[in-house]
């Protein structure tokens, strides 16, 4: 069984900064690519930002500049530092990883319980 949990959500100020975090845990053979979604209110669901095993990203137009993905590959974890928050960020943040499970055969698509991130003043 693999679990991916997130932390670092929260309220912030418009300007403001928050980073998030996600670990997966579970018996993992590997992780590919690593991301961050959102959803918010009344939307769907969208990819915010995305990086390879070997550290190749992807990000949305919104954020790009503003939002910065990494992962740490021996924890298994990824990050997601923003920066310049503005409101039409607040969105449930979901994190996301293509994990080849132990005995699984093949990777797999896992994903976060969500934390919330709410900008306003």
């Known amino acids: 069984q693999v679990q991916l949990v997130e932390s670092g959500g929260g309220l912030v100020q418009p300007g403001g900064s928050l980073r998030l975090s996600c670990a997966a845990s579970?018996?993992?053979?590997?992780?590919?690519?690593m991301g961050w979604y959102r959803q918010a209110p009344g939307k769907q669901r969208e990819l915010v930002a995305a990086?390879?095993?070997?550290?190749?990203?992807n990000y949305a137009d919104s954020v790009k500049g503003r939002f910065t993905i990494s992962r740490d590959n021996a924890k298994n974890a990824v990050y997601l530092q923003m920066n310049s928050l503005k409101p039409e960020d607040t969105a449930v943040y979901y994190c996301?990883?293509?994990?080849?499970?132990?005995?699984?055969?093949?990777?797999?698509?896992?994903w976060g319980q969500g934390t919330q991130v709410t900008v306003s003043s």
């Open positions: 579970g018996h993992i053979f590997r992780i590919n690519t």
């Open positions: 990086i390879t095993r070997i550290g190749s990203t």
């Open positions: 996301n990883a293509d994990v080849f499970a132990e005995g699984s055969g093949w990777y797999s698509d896992y």
